[in-house]
């Protein structure tokens, strides 16, 4: 049985998990002085109540190879075979953290480290197709070529609600954010062969989840898709977003998830977006 192993920025539906047997190595959350393990000890709930309270911003930070090193021991027998799917390498270290784990531990075990060029529920999917392909008999070499083919297809459209968190991140400006605040523009983000870009920016977020639906059908028209709502403590927007979609799309299965942590740092809460998946 091959194990399979992603990383804290991937944004797994509930029971996906244990379903398809993936272990998550968790990712570093910075608080200051404070660091925290994603879902140890800190969870969603906990990360969204220190962003209220602490004037610190937070950051985040890919696992170290020791942290990969330790993980892998922690989890799997020596000698077993390791697919460890990460986040895209261009925004990320932890790909590269896994490359060096793997190397350590190459008289161990058998880890081969693949780069998602993706992140979010994007990571899942090739993470669950991985499982069901190994299910139906197909072999390491043919898994691995396959998800290669797939991963560049697979996107990511973003909307965030406020530019305050990607300007306390520094992933825009300040005077740009102060503008597009005063003007209540909506900045829309696309998550696609390894790089986020904004894309687009609107008036008003009505015109925003409008034009998201809009990309999309532009992307992928009549072809079946797999469909992920993602959403940053909205849950309620997220479902009427879900069901809009499914009356304008091919819809083959949908499933809803919150934002990881990696991406809330830098889009804060309010962001939602939609993950197209094709269907193989």
Known sequence: MIRLVTDGAADLPEGWEKEYDIKIVPINIHFGEKTFLQFVDMGFDEFYREIAANKEH??????????????????????????????????????????????????????????????????AFLCRFARQLEQAGKSLADIVRTLEQLRSKVQVILTLDTLEFAKRSGRVGALSAALASLLNVKPIARLQDGVVEMVDKVRTRHLALARVLEMAQQSVGDLPVSLGILHARDLPSAQALLEEAKKRLNVKDAYLAELSISLAVNFGPGTLGLVLYPVE
């Open 58 to 123: 937070p950051k985040t930070s890919q696992p170290s190879p020791h942290q990969f090193v330790e993980f892998y021991r922690r989890h799997f027998q020596p000698g077993e075979t390791i697919l460890s799917i990460h986040v895209t390498s261009k925004l990320s270290g932890t790909y590269a953290s896994c490359v060096a784990a793997a190397e350590e531990l190459k008289s161990e075990y058998n880890i081969i480290p693949f780069d998602s060029l993706g992140g979010s529920m994007g990571l």
